[in-house]
């Protein structure tokens, strides 16, 4: 039976990117549905009916919903190609990437939409977090050690957004966390995350939009 | 090598419970430290310092933090009694039905305590929406995991506290009227011993009301 992949998508999502670039390591071909979230599609609705949010991967007509979950599932169905997790069960446990979801994410939001004395907190408190971060990556090449790996999956979008939130916050990542650039720069050279991620300038502009959106300025 | 496993956790908190539960459903004999959150034991803080939360397995003087973490690590590890099924789509549905529970449900319910007239109502409105979503995956099975008990039963024990607390407090939180088969659910696993050796233990089920009222946010995930 020939597989059908479908992906429900919206091109700055950071969460979707996880998902393209996990498609792309495999090598699997698939169909990217570009969702508009003011007007989300039926299908949408009938795929993620608990959520209604994107990404959903539907795999042969049955959806993967939550982009960790997705990666796993993907790393579980086409496993004979650039496995993402490791083998071993202990490796696996310590290269979980769960923790960083929600943090880094809700994070990074803070310093694009506050200002004045909100901003600088959240500016802190995102730089700290990427400290942290870029102390787990250490010397390695990857998170996931000699290669490219699930943590690298998870956390690579966020570069996409690093030029909005340097803008917006006024400050350098760079400057802050050299090692961590240098890694976002050794995974931009991957075909499957060139490919997955949106230009830094074009994610500024989608920001700037929902700045005035959001009356926030 | 002979085997060593030791649970760092805490009476209070449910991800902790959750392990306990796990390490007995698949017979591994194991050691318990009970942490007090003030005042954490010097092991904890060394295997798990970027958290210091509990509870974190420590297997072979290894340590794995995260509750779904860690049963997973067993799940892997052990091969008795798995938890998660093989197909990777009933994996997938598992682990998205999970985080649900502790991603939406677990923090709507540890609102509750926080909230008072009709802000509590809509809270418990919010929590029934979220019971009809765990009420659907019952359709057609005995647990969550089918026939059998399994990851997505663990991580639900949740619902069997509210309901024995719920006669506590005389404040029913889960509807078991609208929700026959979680009703039932909670019925058919109340009767397993290895689950009511990880409740609560009667005499300190009043402690862990007035301590989720005060919704701490040290303990775990």
Redesign the interface.
Known sequence: MAEEVVLLDFWPSLFGMRSRIALAEKGIKYEYKEEDLRNKSALLLQMNP?HKKIPVLI?NG?P???SL??V??ID??WHDKAPLLPSD??Q???V?A??IDKKIYDLGSRVWKTKGEEQATAKKEFIESLK?IEKELGDKPYFGGESFGYVDVAFIPFYSWFYAYEKCGNFSIEAECPKLIAWAKRCMQKESVAKSLPDQQKVYDFILQMKKHFGIE | MEEEVKLHGMWASPFSRRVELALKLKAIPYQYIEEDLSNKTPSLLRYNPVHKKVPVLVHNDKPVAESMVIIEYMDETWENNPFLPRDPYERAMARFYAKFIDDKLLPTLAKLGQTAGKEKEETIEEIHEQQKVLEDELKGKQFFGGQRIGYLDIVAMILVWLHLTGSITGQKVLSTEKFPLIYEWIERVMKMEVVNECLIPEEKRQDWIQLAQRAPKSASN
Request: net charge neutral; charged share 30%; glycine share 0%.
């Open positions: 608990v795999h049955k993967v919903c939550e979950i997705q796993q599932y579980e169905v069960p202990y696996k446990a310590t979980r769960d923790y942290l």
